[in-house]
């Protein structure tokens, strides 16, 4: 109970905007060079020039329609902390294709939020830092971006929905004043207009009769209702990327199936790419195109969805659907994976799962093993298939 | 404490309604949230019953009911064919040492400042007044018994892991030999991969020691691997209860039905038959009248919503509550 008090607090401090009040280092790349900060003025950041500035970089950079909407490569994610520096995510590479849902999946602690966090610089800092890598998207590098940049970027191309509704929605602003705030900022809506925005959103996500839910507080809406709130900011804008933080952990079974169906028609209406992050296996089947499979910082496995449950290259994900129990059959013994993953601060040299792993060989405990081509579109990274 | 075969645990007419109050604590109260309103079923010995629903639906009431963490407002539930809210003093302390708990977050359940070994054996020190030498044998014991090494019971709880903890909160439960175990969501908080290591122990646990369990738990994977009988719940009252395996094969209420259709696939490209429920669960403070699900059912007639069905028995041991049949 005492952890679940101090937890806000600490969410809240995370979230100080430290950036502003000092000059924000921001490493690049693989160098710990600092960029120049401010290259917008503080205040009158005029998106829609630097929207049509990133639309002209966009058609310099790669006009080809097979272009992923995102591409992920290298990323390291540092924390620093009293117990040292802890490799949180640790060379991650992946691409999100225009129109598909990639699944990035994971026990906690792998490092699947983190990484979702520092794709927009949302990752709390201290202790979280990028070291390397970059995120591509739209020919823009977010990783070199400064705060103040990345607020183009933030919300109005890239949403983002998180865990625990109650916790993305202020409790004392109606929903109303938090729909359209995004709106206001980065479409400039207002009035009629805004108004008119507000309760389409409200419409695509299906919260029945929304004219009178404007003036209403998030106290007044039920879990699932809430989680359709954050879902209709988080589309406002029409975003490009949206990225799902384990939406439904804290929802219903019922309440949760619907969500999801509603997601997936959305989808399909507004075209939007989905990152969805979560350690079910089942949102997995019922949700994604692709799957990443993470452990330890790393990702061990990318597959097409049927792909990796029919045929899983890496013993990690072979273990964790093994260990699944399935509500459609009678049971079966469940083969469960021994041990625990590695702590962040000290993780094995080699291959992380190694010390957990059925076909473990010598050369696993020294190298870490290297993404290898298992079947189209699949790879996974183990000594197995070498 | 009884012969094999003989009913443990049994709840008949069981209701708790919790007092609403806007004003001063001693206030004529408002309304009543009628969490669990009038329900029966029984646990047998080295059985597994698993209580599931929505959340609200009065699952968690019902547990903590059992446990006597709550004095009901009505009905019984006798233990041994005893009464547990007219038991006294050793006898109460008995009643206490045979149903124990395992609850969903173990690091909350846990004294911080105490250590491994200590955490385990103290539900023995307070009920028996074991030495302190014994205590530690049996700890080290029980440490082995959940598959943890003897070395950790010096550890405090913060150096385990959420899996190992959860291991740890089993040796307790399990201190004082106890005929019936209450789980409450116990795996939901763990890792994929550490749910299986659990739920695998928890089996094994029962058919070593025969000790019943009453599981509360939303996942209906994790409910379908490890119970025997099923009581599904809907705003505080029995929707259909039954053998495990009969339910999932052939689920017979509506809502139960609709539970299974909304439990994720385990593989892609497996089509969940039925449909998906629309709608928030009613308040339980003024439940609907007639059959409580009737707002919610996509069979719903005239009847259900003028009157009550009543349980009946529709196949071995199924009992469902439902116009349909």
Request: hydrophobic residues 40%; aromatic residues 4%.
């Amino acid at each position: 109970m005492a952890q679940e008090r101090v937890k806000p607090l600490r969410d809240a401090l995370a979230r100080l905007p430290l950036d502003r009040l000092s000059p924000r280092l921001l490493v690049s790349g693989h160098s710990h060079e600092p960029c120049p900060v401010g290259v917008f003025p503080r205040r009158g950041l005029n998106l829609e020039e630097l929207d049509a500035s990133i639309v002209a970089n966009a058609d310099s950079a790669q006009p080809s329609a097979a272009a992923p909407v995102l591409s992920v490569r290298n990323l390291h994610v540092h924390l620093y902390t009293r117990r040292g520096e802890g490799r949180a995510v640790d060379g991650v590479n992946f691409d999100l294709h225009r129109g598909e849902t990639l699944g990035l999946v994971g026990e906690s602690g792998c490092g699947k939020s983190l990484t979702a966090l520092s794709l927009m610089g949302l990752h709390p800092q201290p202790p979280a830092r990028v070291v390397g890598g970059s995120v591509l998207f739209d020919g823009v590098d977010l990783v070199q971006l400064t705060s103040n940049q990345l607020r183009a970027y933030r919300g109005r191309r890239i949403a983002m929905v998180l865990q625990d509704p109650m916790t993305s929605l202020n409790p004392v602003l109606t929903i109303g004043d938090q729909l359209g705030e995004p709106l206001r900022l980065h479409r400039q809506l207002r009035g009629r207009g805004l108004t008119t925005r507000m309760l389409e959103v409200l419409t695509l996500l299906r919260i029945p009769s929304p004219e009178r839910r404007l003036g209403d507080y998030p106290h007044q809406f039920s879990g699932g209702m809430r989680q359709r709130v954050v879902g209709a900011i988080a589309l406002s804008c029409h975003p490009e990327i949206l990225i799902a933080d384990e939406p439904t952990t804290s929802l219903d079974v019922t309440v949760q199936s619907a969500y999801l169906a509603l997601l997936k028609n959305i989808q399909r209406e507004v075209g939007l790419s989905i990152i969805f992050i979560t350690h079910d296996f089942g949102i997995v089947a019922k949700m994604c195109d692709r799957v990443a499979v993470m452990y330890a910082g790393r990702i061990v496995e990318t597959a097409p969805t049927v792909a990796l449950f029919e045929h899983p290259g890496h013993p990690y994900t072979e273990a964790l659907l093994g260990s699944v129990p399935d509500v459609r059959m009678t049971p079966k013994r469940l083969r469960s994976i021994e041990g625990a993953p590695p702590r962040t601060y000290d993780r094995p040299s080699g291959c992380s799962f190694a010390p957990r792993c059925p076909y473990v060989m010598a050369r696993c405990r020294d190298e870490a093993p290297a993404d290898v081509h298992v079947a189209p579109g699949q790879t996974a990274s183990c000594w197995k298939h070498v | 404490m009884t012969l094999n075969g003989a009913p443990g645990l049994q709840v008949t007419q069981l209701v708790k309604h919790f007092p609403v109050r806007r004003g001063l604590p001693w206030a004529r109260p408002d309304a009543y949230v009628r969490a669990v309103d009038g329900i029966s079923f029984e646990v047998k010995r080295h059985e597994t019953v698993s209580l599931v629903g929505e959340s609200g639906c009065g699952k968690t009431t019902t547990a903590r009911l059992i446990l006597r963490l709550e004095k009901p407002t009505s009905g019984h539930i006798r233990f041994d064919d005893r009464d547990i809210n007219m038991v006294r003093g050793s006898d109460l302390r008995g009643y206490r040492a045979s149903v124990q708990a395992v609850f969903q977050d173990p690091g909350s359940s846990m004294n911080p400042r105490m250590r491994a070994k200590d955490i385990i054996s103290e539900p023995l020190l307070i009920n028996q007044g074991m030495p302190r030498r014994q205590r530690e044998t049996l700890a080290a014991e029980l440490l082995e018994t959940v598959g943890l090494d003897r070395s950790l019971r010096n550890d405090y709880p913060h150096e385990f892991s959420g899996g190992m903890r959860q291991r740890l909160a089993v040796a307790r439960a399990l201190s004082l030999s106890p005929s019936l175990i209450v789980l409450d969501e116990p795996v939901s908080a763990l890792d994929v991969s550490i749910r299986a290591q659990i739920m695998n122990l928890l089996k094994d646990l029962q058919e070593r020691l025969g000790v019943a369990y009453l599981l509360v738990a939303h996942d209906l994977a994790t409910v379908r691997y490890l119970s025997h009988r099923l009581v599904v719940m809907y705003l505080g009252e029995i929707a259909e209860a039954g053998p495990s395996e009969a339910i999932f094969t052939k689920p017979l209420h509506p809502y139960t039905q609709a539970l299974i259709a909304a439990a994720l696939p385990a593989r892609p490209g497996e089509r969940s038959t039925g449909v998906i429920l629309s709608g928030d669960l009613p308040s339980p403070t003024n439940p609907p009248p007639g059959c409580r699900f009737h707002t919610r059912c996509p069979m719903a007639f005239e009847r259900c919503r003028e009157e009550k069905p009543v349980m009946r028995e529709l196949a071995p041991g199924q009992r469902v509550s439902c116009h349909l049949y």
